[in-house]
């Protein structure tokens, strides 16, 4: 009896503590879970929050570009000098006859001095030269010019042999590996070939584009796809995209960050306040890295990213295209178009109004109400033209600023209603939703109808939804549904989809029932940590095979916490400064909510206003405990708050409040200005150049400004007096002007 009362005592605490555990086993997972699940919350909203910012970039990017193209459809030059102006400011590289590029990049009158230690090239490449140019740039050594300008000339010659659509067949190599977008990160590629092997007759590539811009080593990335793409011509393939483009190459570089290096007064104005540290955007790499031969190497890249391929098929079973498809994508027409007369497809919304404008300019208003019915009949619907102002004396600078700042805030509000992108806009203006075929004629049409083509395979991206819809976040291309997807690969008898343009966590993902793969080979693209690069290898069988990779090592050292954390704080910080750049609209927008003057509102209005201001699409409500400390009672003083960001922004620059944050909403805009100004990309304006500049906008602008008056302008901004205006100048003329309001 004693034996077997102890063993069942036994037994019972056994079976007790075999239950305490399980129950603990139980609580742990449920804690892991949630734990899990919080960390997953945080991560997407942290992805949000960076992709909305990015999209919100090339937004503004297309924005832009329609106010500077509505400007050209209004302006009429006056003279030969002026039409030439334009020309050079608006007409891209096109415009290069032939013979003329050749002379202008001319590389074999350069010379390589005695003193050079890099790399050399001789035409034709072998191998050797490409392993030669790998380990020159692992080691930080730079390529002369005249290789770059002579490896450009090569490279142009046999893309122009390439049709619009390249043709890859797994039957000549064991295997096709696809890589996505690049964006100037050459420690990605580096590991790319490290692990996947360097292109060779029984290795081939297809490079699915956005090989530059963002990261500081875009032009290294091109000299080791075309010294590949000349070695290898039939197992090595580059496709267009959306970054292989002069206006979105000029956007990027962006001023990302304003000091304060001293106070400035109008007593000694050659101190500027401003030092400028930049993104690595293409334009502002090439020319600080080439400053003696960087316009010729521009000028040759436009052109050669103009004849790059527009998409790739392997095996007549798998498209390859950047951004996505259309409702109205043909591949039939794409294997037709002139691509290279699209040097930027930012550029191809026709102008109608602009030729008409240079050829006939001496023909009355009247006359071309009653040549332009369709133009007539727009001018009714416009709003009302603010009136033409008397400009004060000049002499008196104080009272002439600010005569500037009132008068060309009000045009510039005036014309942004015109072409739909103001702020207050709840639909924004996008090149798709612009398109209209019906007004032009049937030559025009092709054109157009072409331009639309290259413009969806370009920027656009897939969508859960059936149907095809305008991209309203990017401001380019289109969203199309999986009723798009079988629909094309139903008509031309394909498989699936391959294409790159959305950066990915785990560097690829599919959608549209595995039907649409998207491959991103950028890793840490936003962060360190943020997300992985992948490729993709295809054999015969077109099964993909992925492969994934972490090209920074510190990212292999954080835990799964760390990394969330510190992309998040990242992600935040970005958004604190977009917040700070929209201020003033920020405290209109609560005010609404604040009938009674208190200077506070409830949580959810501040959500709801900062959304109506942002158009970002976020859940602010969730990022609430972020960005606005706890209040007891549901209430946010939103004066406090908004103060809160100002301190924040100011302890980094010193600069006066509301100035700052009109720099921090402008600064891609205004460096982009100064760039399509600066032509040559010298990183100085001509006097010459602003005068004409100006014209063009006062000309809109109702501003009735004398010659002398520009010119007293221009010699004004001229601090340093040297003759030319460069971009510190540039920002102190905005700054001033702003400051004297």
Request: aromatic residues 10%.
């Amino acid at each position: 009896m004693g034996s077997g009362s102890s063993g069942n005592a036994n037994y019972k605490y056994s079976l007790q503590k075999s239950e305490n555990a399980f129950k603990a086993a139980v609580l742990i997972q449920q804690w892991y879970r949630r734990y899990v699940a919080r960390l997953e919350m945080r991560r997407r909203c942290t992805w949000r929050i960076f992709q909305s910012i990015e999209y919100a970039c090339e937004q503004d990017q297309i924005k832009l570009h329609n106010f500077f193209s509505y400007l050209m459809d209004h302006f009429t030059p006056s003279s030969s000098k002026e039409r030439d102006f334009i020309s050079r400011m608006f007409i891209s590289g096109e415009s290069f006859k032939e013979a003329e590029l050749e002379k202008y990049c001319d590389y074999e009158s350069i010379e390589v001095p005695d003193s050079y230690t890099g790399p050399h090239l001789s035409f034709p490449l072998l191998p050797d030269h490409a392993t030669a140019l790998l380990e020159a740039f692992k080691q930080k050594q730079q390529l002369h010019a005249r290789y770059v300008l002579n490896l450009l000339h090569e490279t142009r010659k046999h893309l122009k042999q390439l049709p619009n659509i390249s043709h890859v067949s797994t039957c000549y190599s064991e295997e096709v590996t696809v890589c996505g977008d690049l964006h100037g990160q050459l420690d990605d590629l580096f590991l790319i070939f490290y692990k996947n092997g360097l292109p060779s007759p029984s290795k081939s590539y297809v490079f699915n584009g956005d090989f530059v811009d963002r990261g500081k080593q875009s032009l290294e990335i091109l000299i080791i796809l075309f010294t590949f793409l000349l070695i290898y011509p039939k197992e090595v393939h580059l496709n267009r995209g959306n970054h292989e483009d002069h206006m979105v190459n000029l956007r990027y570089g962006f001023c990302v960050g304003l000091v304060a290096m001293s106070r400035v007064s109008l007593r000694n104005p050659t101190e500027f306040p401003f030092s400028c540290s930049f993104s690595y955007g293409f334009t502002k790499e090439v020319m600080h890295k080439y400053k003696l031969h960087g316009k010729k190497i521009l000028k040759m890249i436009q052109n050669v990213f103009c004849w790059l391929p527009l998409a790739t098929l392997i095996d007549q079973k798998v498209l390859i295209i950047h951004g996505g498809i259309s409702d109205t994508t043909d591949l039939d027409v794409l294997e037709k178009i002139q691509r290279n007369k699209f040097v930027s497809v930012l550029r191809g919304k026709k102008r109608k109004k602009s030729n008409r404008n240079v050829e006939i300019q001496e023909t009355s208003e009247e006359n071309k109400a009653e040549t332009d019915p369709a133009g007539n009949e727009a001018a009714h619907s416009l709003p009302p033209s603010p009136q033409p102002v008397q400009a004060p004396s000049t002499a008196n600078r104080l009272e002439f600023s600010r005569w500037v700042r009132q008068t060309v805030q009000e045009q510039i509000e005036w014309c942004r209603r015109l072409v739909d992108i103001s702020d207050s806009e709840e639909e924004e203006l996008t090149y798709a939703s612009v398109v209209s075929l019906t007004d032009l004629d049937g030559s025009c049409r092709t054109r157009q109808e072409d331009w639309k083509q290259i413009l969806d395979i370009l920027w656009s991206d897939p969508m859960p939804q059936e149907g095809c819809i305008v991209n309203t976040v990017r401001g380019g291309g289109c969203y199309f549904g999986p009723d798009v997807t079988r629909k094309i690969l139903e008509k031309y008898n394909l498989q699936f989809l391959i294409r790159s343009h959305e950066c990915k966590q785990e560097g690829y993902e599919f959608c549209h029932s595995r039907k649409v793969l998207t491959i991103f080979s950028a890793s840490n693209y936003y962060e360190i940590g943020s997300n992985r690069g992948a490729y993709v290898k295809l054999g015969p069988d077109l099964v993909p095979h992925f492969v994934q990779y972490q090209a920074n090592k510190a990212a292999h050292t954080l835990t799964m916490t760390q990394r969330i954390s510190r992309v998040e704080e990242s992600a935040f910080r970005a958004l604190r400064e977009k917040l700070f750049a929209h201020t003033s609209a920020l405290i209109s927008a609560f005010k609404a909510y604040d009938t009674d003057n208190t200077g506070r509102i409830t949580l959810s209005n501040w959500a709801t206003a900062v959304e109506s201001v942002l158009h970002l699409g976020l859940p602010w409500r969730m990022l609430r405990p972020q960005l606005v400390h706890s209040t007891a009672d549901g209430m946010l003083e939103y004066k406090s708050w908004l103060d809160d960001l100002a301190m924040e922004r100011r302890s980094r620059e010193h600069i006066q409040t509301s100035l700052l944050e009109v720099i921090y909403r402008n600064r891609s805009n205004l460096e982009t200005i100064f760039r399509i100004i600066d032509r040559d990309h010298s990183g100085l304006i001509s006097f010459e150049e602003f005068h004409q500049t100006w014209k063009l906008f006062s000309s809109h602008m109702n501003i009735e400004l004398t010659d002398d008056g520009i010119n007293d302008l221009v010699r004004s901004i001229d601090f340093n007096k040297d003759g030319n205006i460069d971009f510190n100048e540039f920002l102190e003329a905005f700054r001033l002007v702003k400051q004297s309001q």
